[in-house]
């Protein structure tokens, strides 16, 4: 079985799982195992022949015994059972947005959809015909949200193929420390959207300035891989064992800055870059330049030579996407974009303290996050843990925990900055969950026990656009210690769309209360999306940018909220966790 495969099927498993009600821990943990074995660039089998299986990060005993019979039999006995458990139309039903397991169960049991390949096409009959809205715990307003939902499956706006940038940029740095090996290597870098840091990727490109370029395919393609796809004197191309697809491109490297610029794109960027190239009587390509009348090309070894050549500054990859980066070079006014050294915190993590939070704890404890703050050169970090969940326990409960988690954190500090002799700051923050009424999950009295809080969507994404505007309108509003929103339209890449808000008018709210919108770096968010940044930037809004880290090595992340930053055109001024700790501390809790 091939590794894309391994992951769908300890997904299923974990989805049957939790439809039977089994401990959420171990749901996690298949759930974790899957995403681990799915970016795996190596197979699993291979982990299994070296008895190595749970040297795979997420695969613990009982997964790994499960696939050592799967691979000593090709089945596992325990699996089977638990997917037998369960009605096998479920698992297409997974694919539209916001049908999770036990939605997608009562369903299926309900109209009794029996059908895997036809399960979809089932379900939108049964809603148009009225029969979801007649549904326990259902209604009107659930089928038409699941009849929108089964459109969106069919536009193909989830795209099942693609993988988040981190991932993609995990694959091609192994990739590249691999072909470095050979020995051969002048420059090498990735290309098209890797390099431009779009969201999700598809294929891996990379490229090579090499004098030698059968010695660094050669090394290429002996990369662990299932497949080669291509092979010729410029290029090759191998289907890794986690099915995603790596492309090679070598170049001499006198003109690899042709190259580089050419294989970076966007499409739409080059395009534009071509046409004032012709005003100039120029042709670009992958090579160099032409002068159309004499007919001469002249090579370019760096895209700074490039750009140069048609009368343009250098223009960082992140802005090469036709939104009018060309006019910008051309009047001397490109974005000084902001740069990772220039961040002074990360205001949104999460520790292990347990406050009986709505959603999971972090990992690390309290020492742990300072001291991985501290490592990163920062000069303060937010402590956001989820508020105390509100099922079960009363507003003084809640205003309880909120006083002890705040005596708690303050020992904590206290006790790490003696032992430790660091200077950095903390502020003792928190994140609210946004109810489906535009109301914080936090009681007014719990408010002050924190310097500010963050508010954030997790749950009813599905809300029409009039509503959750309003709902969100309202949680900006609702109390003055409210100063960032948490990553704004909720968005998971490849699982779930971000909400459909009237966005320029939530920005003006939050410009007018001083609001930050969180740029979220972590990878399943990248959540303002770039496009929503460049118009943020545009009107002025102060923006963060966050990791939303559940543990210390999470906060590595934050390099990938730079990158969406970047192509959204921000500059440092533009985001307030530039600030150093005491002009920060002013804005935050003024």
């Known amino acids: 079985m091939t590794n894309l495969a391994i992951a769908e099927l300890l997904r299923k498993v974990a989805a049957a799982y939790l439809i039977l009600g089994e401990n959420r821990f171990r749901i996690i943990a298949y759930e974790r195992a899957a995403d681990s074995i799915e970016h ?22 009982g997964i790994a015994s499960n696939l050592d ?5 090709g089945k596992s006995a325990h699996w089977e059972k638990v997917l037998g458990s369960v009605p096998e139309a479920i698992f297409p039903l997974l694919l539209v947005p916001g049908l999770g397991p036990k939605k997608a169960y009562a369903l299926v049991n309900e109209l009794k959809l029996e059908s895997a390949k036809t399960v979809i ?106 497949k080669i796809i291509d092979h010729g004197p410029r290029g090759a191309t191998l289907l890794l064992a986690n099915g995603r697809q790596v ?79 060309i006019d910008a070079a051309r009047k001397a006014k490109l974005p000084s974009l902001i740069t990772l050294s220039d961040i002074k915190g990360d205001l949104h993590t999460h520790s292990s303290y347990d406050l009986h939070s709505s959603h999971d704890l972090g990992k690390n404890s309290i020492a742990e996050m300072l001291s991985k703050a501290e490592s990163l050169g920062y000069e303060y970090i937010g402590f956001s843990d989820h508020n105390p969940r509100l099922a079960n326990q009363t507003k003084q409960d809640i205003v309880d925990i909120m ?108 410009k007018k209360h001083d609001i930050a919108l969180e740029i979220n770096a972590f990878p399943e968010r990248l959540d303002l999306p770039d496009t929503l940044v460049f118009d943020a930037v545009r009107m002025g809004i102060k923006l963060c940018i966050d990791t939303d880290a559940h543990a210390a090595e999470h906060m590595d992340l934050m390099r990938y909220g730079v990158s969406v930053s970047r192509r959204g055109w921000a500059q440092k001024r533009d985001i307030i966790n530039t600030l150093g700790y005491n002009d920060f501390k002013q804005w935050l809790m003024k």
Not at 69 to 73: C, D, G, P, R, S
Not at 128 to 134: E, F, L, N, P
């Open 247 to 325: 492309d090679l491109r070598v170049q001499t490297p006198d003109s690899y800055g042709a190259m580089l610029q050419y294989f970076t794109g966007s499409k739409n960027h080059n395009i534009q870059l071509r046409s004032l190239a012709l005003e100039k009587g120029l042709s670009l390509n992958e090579y160099g330049i032409k002068n159309v009348k004499t007919g001469k090309t002249k090579h370019y070894a760096t895209e700074e030579a490039f750009y140069k050549a048609v009368g343009l500054p250098y223009i960082a990859p992140e802005l090469r996407e036709d939104h009018g980066e």
């Open 40 to 61: 795996l660039t190596s197979e699993v089998k291979d982990y299994w022949d070296d008895k190595k299986l749970e040297e795979i990060p997420g695969v613990g005993g």
């Open 403 to 510: 006083k002890r988690r705040k005596e708690k954190y303050e020992q904590q500090y206290s006790s790490w900055k003696n032992r430790e002799k660091k200077r950095i700051h903390y502020f003792l923050m928190c994140e609210v969950d946004i109810l489906p009424d535009g109301s914080l999950a936090l009681p007014d009295e719990a408010f002050e026990y924190v310097d500010a809080v963050v508010v954030s969507l997790h749950s009813s994404f599905m809300q029409p656009r009039p509503q959750v505007t309003e709902r969100l309108v309202r949680a900006l509003t609702t109390h003055p210690k409210v100063r960032i929103l948490g990553h704004p339209t909720g968005r998971l890449l490849g699982s779930r769309e971000g909400v459909d808000a009237d966005w320029p008018k939530v920005f003006e709210i939050a």
């Open 121 to 226: 096409a089932d379900l939108e009959k049964a809603a148009k015909a009225g029969k979801i809205a007649s549904m326990e715990g259902f209604g009107e307003k659930s089928q038409s949200v699941i009849l929108e939902a089964i459109a969106t499956y069919k536009r193909g706006a989830i795209k099942e193929n693609r993988m988040p940038l981190p991932y993609a940029d995990e694959i091609a740095g192994e990739v590249i420390a691999f072909i470095q090996k050979s020995g051969a290597v002048e420059r090498i870098d990735a290309l098209g959207s890797l390099r431009r840091q779009v969201s999700t990727i598809g294929d891996v490109d990379i490229a090579v300035a090499t004098n030698k370029p059968e010695v660094v395919l050669e090394k290429f393609l002996t990369f662990p891989h299932q």
């Open 69 to 73: 019979e799967l691979f000593k039999t």
